[in-house]
């Protein structure tokens, strides 16, 4: 998984039928080299010369191969004791309203370079018939929560923040959609003036205050009121209404804005979560944890605490996908992405020998 706040590539070893976990293995997080970040970050939006993507593509997809090789390796496992990668790629454009949503790399390279069959583009067929293409963890995050008091929210801040609802186990009782910016506003802003690549434990923003008047303007936007199922792009949100504050008051502000944005979110779940565990690396930020305390009235927690893995677990969902995928079981639902009926895709790519 290549997430959107460009941070690097997570890669995670999975056993499941698609259904159920039956167990989460090894996982790591490779950090982006600073090029490679910096040119995937110029591609965001979609406008760059297609000899420009392709050769970020190859790249992005060489990187993605050797996390690959590194986790077998560091698990002490080989290519064919794994039946199928998923590879989210990165999206560098999402406009569901407008029928788009691209994300860049090569499954066929990528199968090519690790000898192991490969799912990927998880999203176009959603978006094609009708859906908004995200997100796409909600089932997921109901097989891991089997066991667990319902109703309860599994909140995902990554670059932009996602809900999922988790009413029973049936699929009616699942409701999940983007709630506003996650990391990306606070990562931007902090780049711009310290150029740092985030606000590390939060320290910034815990050293700010929150500056109320531009929190209410950044919240006077109509993507709250929306009803979901309902999705944003990485830049959506930008920092431009915390221009001229301090650097911590803007990281301060930029928090809570993205706290206040889920809590905006409760208002179209069907019932109030029992409590919610937050995942992604928005859950290292104590100051946006803290803010996320103040303005939700259930207990807020990290997934760690329940014994799931909060770094690994995007990536064990696209492993889980591509698994569905294969056998040909839904990856949106109507109140998940929006689409009209239950929907699977995914594209697989066999190695060579096996094609």
């Known amino acids: 998984m290549s997430g959107t706040s460009l941070d690097g590539i997570d890669a995670a070893l999975i056993r499941t039928d698609g259904v159920t976990v039956a167990e989460a293995g090894p996982a790591l997080t490779v950090p982006y080299a600073p090029d490679l970040r910096e040119r995937l970050r110029v591609l965001l939006g979609g406008e760059r010369p297609p000899a420009e993507e392709t050769a970020v593509a190859r790249d992005l997809t060489d990187a993605h191969a050797a996390a690959v090789v590194r986790l077998l390796a560091e698990a002490g496992r080989d290519a064919a004791s794994v039946d199928v990668v998923g590879f989210h790629g990165h999206t560098i454009l999402h406009r569901p309203k407008d029928g788009i949503t691209r994300q860049i790399g090569d499954g066929a390279r990528l199968a090519a370079r690790v000898g192991i069959p490969v799912v990927n583009d998880f999203r176009t067929a959603d978006v094609a018939a009708g859906g908004e293409g995200a997100p796409l963890v909600p089932v997921f995050h109901r097989a891991l929560a089997a066991q667990l008091e319902l109703p309860l929210a599994v909140l995902n801040l990554g670059g932009v923040a996602n809900v999922t609802w988790i009413g029973s186990a049936e699929d009616v009782d699942l409701l999940a959609f983007d709630t506003g910016p996650g990391n990306a506003p606070i990562d931007d802003w902090v780049r711009h003036y310290t150029g740092a690549a ?36 990485r830049n959506h949100f930008m920092t431009a209404a915390v221009a001229g ?79 569905r995928s294969l056998r040909g079981l839904p990856l949106s639902l109507p109140r998940t992405t929006g689409v009209q009926v239950p929907t699977s895709g995914g594209a697989l790519s066999l190695p060579r020998e096996q094609a």
Do not use: C, Y
């Open 245 to 323: 504050l301090s650097v911590p008051d803007g990281a301060a502000t930029l928090a809570a804005f993205t706290a206040a944005a889920v809590a905006r979110a409760e208002e179209h779940l069907p019932a109030k979560p029992k409590r919610w565990l937050v995942a992604g690396g928005g859950r290292h930020n104590a100051a946006l944890m803290n803010a996320l305390r103040e303005r939700l009235a259930a207990p807020v927690q990290q997934v760690d605490n329940l014994g799931w893995d909060g770094d690994a677990l995007e990536a064990q969902a696209f492993g889980f996908l591509a698994v």
């Open 198 to 233: 985030f606000d590390a434990g939060g320290k910034l923003a815990a050293q700010g205050r929150i500056d109320e008047t531009r929190l209410a303007i950044l919240l006077d936007n109509p993507f709250f009121a929306r009803r979901p199922p309902k999705s944003l792009d």
